[in-house]
């Protein structure tokens, strides 16, 4: 998924503010009833930019697919315990009070059988009384096909253009991205296709309710686009 990008994916995504979003977090996860503190594990930790946020109250992992990500991590956090692994089956035998799912990385799942397993397997690394909270990718009335975005980054000696197009087949988000990366040896190129799945807000829910948490949904979440929050009882 971000074999081409890894080592760009910080600079193009500098515009988010973690900090703000991890306080957002916290403050959801206490509302739920969870703690604001404890064990917390990221799911599709990324570069570890929300972990490098959310350490200050928690103790922290992380765990991604993509394993340039996780070398971005990984220096960011040489003393944080960060795993490879897929969201729809990973296993780290131990439970957490707190379990993320940020920037829409839910929607790599794809099917809604690929869903309710990803559900399953982060609601069972939860300890009683633990809260998940998810951020959801688009669904389908919100996406919008044919668009096509662009955003450029500039530094001195680094010039990086994206741009994007959107495209929808059936329950699927067809998300083409090419790079242009211009340094003074000259410019090199590459392509990479999300694909992600357009799940409904009742899908969502009850991939939740199949995972047996109690669920609900806040409408602005921890970056405008919504979260689910679900609570494991006991």
């Known amino acids: 998924m971000f074999s081409e990008s890894a080592e760009l994916y910080d600079r193009i995504y500098a515009w988010k503010d973690y900090p703000a979003e991890a306080a957002r977090v916290r403050g959801l996860v206490t509302a739920a009833g969870g703690r604001g503190g404890g064990t917390l594990l990221d799911v599709a930790c990324g570069t570890g930019m929300h972990l490098q946020a959310l350490r200050e109250h928690y103790t922290v992992e992380g765990v991604d697919l993509e394993p340039g990500l996780l070398e971005a991590a990984r220096r960011r956090l040489p003393d944080v315990p960060l795993h490879l692994g897929d969201m729809r089956d990973f296993e780290l035998g131990r439970r957490f009070d707190v379990v ?8 790599y ?11 399953r ?6 300890a009683p009384g633990g809260v998940l909270l998810v951020e959801p990718w688009f669904t389908a009335e919100m996406i919008q096909p044919g668009r096509v975005s662009a955003e450029t980054v500039e530094e001195p000696g680094l ?17 083409t991205f090419e790079y242009l990366v211009g340094h003074p040896d000259g410019i090199t190129r590459a392509s990479e296709l999300h694909e992600m799945g357009l799940f409904s807000r009742e899908q969502m829910t009850a991939a939740f309710e199949t995972a047996g948490l109690r669920v609900s949904h806040d409408e602005e979440g921890v970056s405008g686009r919504g979260a689910y929050i679900g609570v494991r009882e006991g």
């Open 121 to 126: 397997s982060m609601a069972g690394h939860l």
């Open 109 to 119: 799942t794809r099917t809604a059988a690929g869903l309710n397993a990803a559900l």
């Open 159 to 175: 010039t990086i253009v994206r741009m994007a197009h959107m495209a929808v087949e059936g329950t699927i988000s067809l998300l």
């Open 100 to 107: 993320t799912c940020l920037f829409s990385a839910i929607g």
